[in-house]
């Protein structure tokens, strides 16, 4: 077998890993392998096939790795509306306990609800949904 076949088989391997797990940057990773199997077609030695394989692949790693650092920041899980898509609803709260927890009833059942962090719990109103904490909303004021 040459050593074109070695490389195609070798990123055809590392593809259908990254399709197993869903990480990324296997699939950068085969494309410093394609990398290595074109270097190897066009004739190049092991060692430049080697290079090749290494940069492509080892640039589009740092590269898409840089990308992501320069991106915004993800949203917690809690607090993200793809996640829950509760959150940004309203709820009117009747009244609020001592402790700054209340009883409101949403999507037909009856939720614990606590006052997010900057809100003033003392008077009932609207409120909107700020995050889930496991079985506990966090509101806002509206």
Known sequence: MSNAGIWWLLAGAVIALELVTGTFYLLMLACGLIAG??????GLVLAGQMLAAAAVGGGAVAAWHWRRRQGPTPIAAQANPDVHLDIGERIYV????????????FRGAQWTAVAAPAAE???PGN?????MLGNRLVLEKE
């Open 127 to 131: 409120f909107r949904i700020r995050e």
């Open 121 to 123: 719990p003392v008077v």
């Open 94 to 105: 009747a009244q609020w306990q001592a402790d700054s927890t209340a009883t409101v009833h």
């Open 37 to 42: 199997a074109l270097a190897a077609t066009m």
